[in-house]
């Protein structure tokens, strides 16, 4: 279907990178000490949305608090300065409101980034979100694509209120239709959330809000995309594989560092994508390793951590040589932060599981 | 009734209708305006609620910059109407309350220490004690309206006539589907429930204005066939007779008279929205100045001190009484610890097997790696 957006979209690519001078990445980009190219995570975001705006037109943020206020977490900061109120949109208080009109904007044509304020927030959009965006394609017999972002601060470990610290990526992967994914890296974050937005499906984008301001990488000024689907290795091993995502991958690395020196060599392997996963990373680092465990602060019922055992099961069992551990939240609502703590995987529990695993 | 429209010309966020209000910013009683039946006694201990709350706003600011408590809500500016709701309604009553409303608890009966520990990480401030009518605070916006509507409702469906229930809420909202289904099923059920819309015309960012186009909140009810009524929010006399009024009229409505009621209770977030907010980024302060001259603390003050139940010796007691009640409320608060194995109580009546599980895995690592492992920094 060709409409105006599509005619304008056309344009701007045969334009090149974008329009005009691009005088306003200097404010997006705080620079510091660490040098002009290092950002974190959250700048990532920032740096993201402002070169995928900046290269397409139909790209508008909504949200709570996105605009003036550039973001609870300041993953909007500047953008409302350089793009205006048209394209950087503060809404009323309504999550089903936001992604309902989400979903609205993309099918005229435009590619709405969403954000719910924390993902502890999302539930009154989730009628939306399942019923609608996940299968408008499988509906209308493939003439109606929902191109839509839904980004949202996720996970525990920052003191924060009731409410927000909750891990649920289980269901929006269990919904056929929706990809899922989070970023572990600043890099990765402005790479995903670029193939994201430019993705022909909703996206549900995690931001690991614990790692928003952990550390700093290189982060390329121009676009680029990490292919949605493709987990990434971080670390080689050959005893045992992990497998995990968002802000465990740290603890995790370290729990490989600490083995190590135990003379159990790990490997680690950051999903990226929830959904779809990428099995065949998945399948091919356990038929080295024969030993596998999964990490994550979602609770351990009902969570990846099962689909991701079942998939090597399936496709690997003769390969097996001990149980597959999982490393998780309990079964229990995340209790608020003075014990946050000991829900969450800690380097000393996933060490713990990861020797047993060897072990067995 | 006063129209007050000096109110909305000075910032253009608030339309030209009529608000209820009794004293004036200086705490005088308006001419023709009606007091509400309050002894000296009543009164003074409501002054007193006031400035205990506006101290332990002040005390917990300062605690959470000093780390001692986690993110705190404000609610400089907002006592007024806190204190003055809670105080009209009766012991049987319930209140479902939000992470803003500490006096509106502390005055419905929640200990101060018990609204600390939250804000400390502990769910000790969430377990009320069975005499106290109160909910844990609602921190996803709009959510308890309908269960509030539900709980009023039950009360009804049961013969129970003693209780009414006040939910408070925000403007922000009043954007949500939660406040729109509640209010409805309200209305067509016609229940017990005082609806109160705490309009302090700033949702974290975003104005009143960009929440509706609606001229008022109030009128907002009126889509749903229920009443409504707009009062000053710094004003706790009159806050005070609106919701007394209100909640007569939810347990026993006259022949013409239906029982849910909305009041909008306009008033003005003076301070930041959490101590994680910063609202310079977002607004000038020149709206907050002219709600500061009608501080709510103030005003009843001055309507205290014209009656001459104010006197000097008396402004000392109540200050020293009620700095000794915070200190031993965050002695107490501070005293509370952590115990791992609550993580896994409370989740269904009677814990499942592997929950139980659980807990003893977590037991395990405890005893074999020691309590430090658990609290390294994850990032």
């Avoid at chain 1, 968002?246 to 190590?260: D, F, H, K, V, W």
Wanted: aromatic fraction near 8%; glycine fraction near 8%.
């Amino acid at each position: 279907m060709s409409s105006y957006a599509d005619t304008v979209r056309e344009h701007v690519e045969a334009a090149g990178e974008g329009p005009g001078p691009d005088t306003g990445h200097d404010a997006v980009r705080e620079t510091d000490a660490d040098g002009p190219e290092a950002l974190t995570l959250v700048e990532a975001v920032c740096d993201g949305l402002y070169s995928e705006m900046r290269r397409d037109e139909d790209v508008v943020v909504l949200g709570e608090d996105v605009g003036k206020n550039g973001g609870v977490f300041r993953a909007t900061d500047a953008l409302y300065e350089a793009f205006g109120e048209d394209r950087v949109i503060d809404t009323p208080l309504a999550e089903s409101g936001i992604v309902g009109a989400s979903i609205g904007l993309a099918l005229s044509g435009m590619r709405p980034v969403a954000e719910i304020q924390f993902m502890g927030f999302v539930y009154p959009a989730f009628d939306q979100l399942v019923s609608h965006a996940s299968r408008m394609r499988s509906r209308t017999g493939g003439r109606h694509g929902v191109p839509m972002v839904v980004r949202m601060p996720y996970g525990g470990g920052i003191r924060a209120p009731e409410h927000h610290s909750e891990s649920k990526e289980a269901f929006f992967a269990h919904e056929p239709g929706l990809k899922v994914v989070t970023p572990s890296t600043p890099a990765d974050a402005k790479g995903l959330l670029t193939a994201a937005i430019r993705d022909p499906d909703p996206v549900v984008f995690l931001e690991p809000k614990l790692i928003y301001r952990a550390f700093r990488e290189t982060v390329p000024e121009q676009p680029y995309e990490v292919p949605l689907g493709e987990a990434a290795v971080r670390r080689e091993g050959t005893d045992v594989s992990v497998f995990t995502w968002g802000a465990m991958t740290r603890p995790t690395l370290i729990a490989a560092e600490e083995l190590a020196e135990e003379g159990i060599d790990c490997e680690v392997v950051d999903l990226r994508s929830l959904s779809p996963l990428d099995a065949d990373t998945i399948v091919e680092s356990f038929r080295k390793t024969g030993r596998g465990a999964i990490v994550h602060e979602a609770p351990k019922t009902g969570g990846l951590g099962a689909e991701i055992a079942t998939t090597i099961q399936e496709e690997a069992l003769l390969y097996q040589e001990a149980p597959i551990r999982r490393i998780t939240g309990y079964d229990a609502p995340i209790p608020l932060h003075a014990l946050e703590d000991y829900y969450l995987p800690q380097a000393a529990r996933i060490h713990d599981a990861l020797r047993e695993t060897v072990e067995f | 009734m006063n129209a007050q429209s000096e109110v909305y010309e000075h910032h253009g966020t608030e339309s030209d209708r009529d608000r209820l209000q009794i004293l004036d910013e200086d705490g005088n009683v308006l001419p023709g305006a009606e007091e509400p039946s309050l002894s000296d006694e009543e009164l003074l201990a409501m002054y007193e609620a006031l400035v205990l709350a506006r101290r332990f706003d002040e005390r917990a600011i300062s605690l959470q910059r000093q780390g001692r408590i986690a993110t705190y809500a404000p609610m400089t500016g907002q006592e007024g109407s806190q204190v003055a709701t809670s105080y009209a309604l009766d012991e049987d009553d319930w209140l479902f309350p939000t992470y803003r409303d500490h006096a509106a608890k502390h005055v419905h009966g929640m200990s101060l220490s018990s609204l600390l520990a939250p804000l400390r990480g502990y769910r000790d401030g969430y377990s009320i004690p069975d005499d106290v009518n109160v909910m844990p605070e609602y921190i996803p916006i709009a959510t308890q309206i309908p269960q509030a509507m539900g709980m009023a409702w039950g009360f009804k469906l049961q013969g129970q006539t003693d209780h009414a229930v006040m939910c408070h809420f925000g403007d922000g909202a009043t954007s949500e589907g939660d406040f729109h289904e509640g209010l409805n099923f309200a209305g067509v059920f016609d229940v017990p429930v005082v609806f109160v819309c705490n309009n302090n015309q700033w949702a974290i960012s975003t104005p009143r204005e960009r929440q509706t186009k609606s001229e008022t909140l109030a009128e907002k009810a009126h889509a749903y066939g229920i009443e409504s009524v707009r009062v000053d929010g710094l004003d706790p006399l009159a806050v005070y007779r609106a919701t007394r009024e209100a909640i007569r009229k939810a347990k026993r409505p006259g022949p013409n008279e239906g029982r849910p009621t909305l009041i909008e209770s306009v008033q003005y977030r003076f301070g930041a929205h959490t101590t994680s907010d910063d609202p310079s980024v977002y607004r000038d302060g020149e709206a907050a100045e002219w709600y500061r001259k009608r501080d709510p603390v103030d005003r009843l003050a001055g309507y205290l001190d014209g009656r001459g139940l104010l006197t000097d010796e008396r402004e000392t007691v109540i200050e020293a009484r009620v700095e000794k009640r915070i200190e031993t409320a965050i002695e107490e608060a501070e005293a509370i610890e952590a115990e791992p194995d609550d993580i896994f109580e409370h989740v269904y009546a009677e814990m499942p097997e592997r929950l139980e599980r659980q807990r003893e895995r977590l037991r395990d690592l405890r005893e074999k790696y020691g309590d430090d492992a658990f609290s390294e920094v994850l990032e």
